[in-house]
């Protein structure tokens, strides 16, 4: 191993004491410098633009939680669509077309399956009727 084999890392670490010290140095200033005027606006939460009302602390149903799971779980299944569009031509190409179409016909049939299971138990009926029907309310 050479003698200068760290040395190589010196620019890496100028760089990161270089960063980390600006970064550290317009937070200090900002705060040091920055007038201070709370008013009862910049005091206020803001989401979205609304005025909020109710309990910060009030209780979600598990609905809402299962559709945020259910459309995370679907948009990554989503995405697994792009690469094979992007590689439809050369399979076509290399004369492997029919094999890469059925190969997401299956792909797109196991979401399907999925999706109407999910329909099925009635997970994405938000409706008043499915909420008394459940007990959930």
């Known amino acids: 191993m050479p003698d200068n084999y760290f040395a190589r890392y010196l620019p890496l670490l100028i760089h990161s004491v270089l960063a980390g010290g600006i970064a550290t140095a317009i937070i200090l200033l900002s705060w040091l410098l920055g007038e201070r005027k709370p008013t009862r606006a910049k005091l206020s939460p803001y989401e979205c633009g609304m005025t909020p009302v109710g309990d ?50 299956v792909y797109i049939g196991i979401v399907l399956v999925g999706f109407f299971y999910v329909w099925k138990k009635g997970i994405l009926d938000w409706g008043p009727e499915a909420l008394r029907r459940r007990g959930d309310r």
């Open 56 to 105: 910060s602390r009030q209780r979600f149903s598990v609905q809402f939680y299962l559709v945020a799971m259910l459309f995370i779980l679907f948009d990554v299944e989503a995405v697994f669509l792009y690469p094979w569009a992007v590689i439809l031509r050369s399979l076509k190409a290399h004369g492997e077309g029919l094999f890469g179409l059925t190969e997401m016909l």
